[in-house]
């Protein structure tokens, strides 16, 4: 899975929704995830990001949705 912690301490704590994976026409996939984090053990954001990998799976990007991140 994803490192999602990057240059932020970051730990997803509850998943609140999934996407339908998306393809493109170079066959890289894109899903939107959606979830309560914390970061630095005492912010609790809402997360909404859309990760996209490569037509072999390798992680490509990631972007904010909506903002980064909501306050809860």
Same mark, same amino acid.
């Given at each position: 899975?994803?490192?999602?912690?990057?240059?932020?301490?970051?730990? @997803?704590?509850? $998943?609140?929704?999934?996407? /339908? =994976?998306?393809?493109? @026409? /170079?066959?890289?996939? $894109?899903?939107?995830?959606?979830?309560? @984090?914390?970061?630095? /053990?005492?912010? =609790? +954001?809402?997360?909404?990001? =859309?990760? $996209? *990998? /490569? @037509? +072999?799976?390798? *992680?490509?990007? =990631?972007?904010?949705?909506?903002? *980064?991140?909501?306050?809860?």
């Amino acid at each position: 899975m994803v490192d999602m912690h990057g240059m932020r301490d970051i730990s @997803a704590r509850k $998943t609140i929704e999934w996407s /339908d =994976v998306g393809k493109d @026409a /170079d066959g890289n996939r $894109t899903i939107r995830y959606k979830y309560y @984090a914390t970061i630095w /053990d005492k912010d =609790v +954001k809402i997360m909404n990001q =859309v990760f $996209t *990998f /490569d @037509a +072999k799976g390798n *992680f490509v990007s =990631v972007k904010n949705i909506e903002g *980064f991140p909501k306050a809860e």
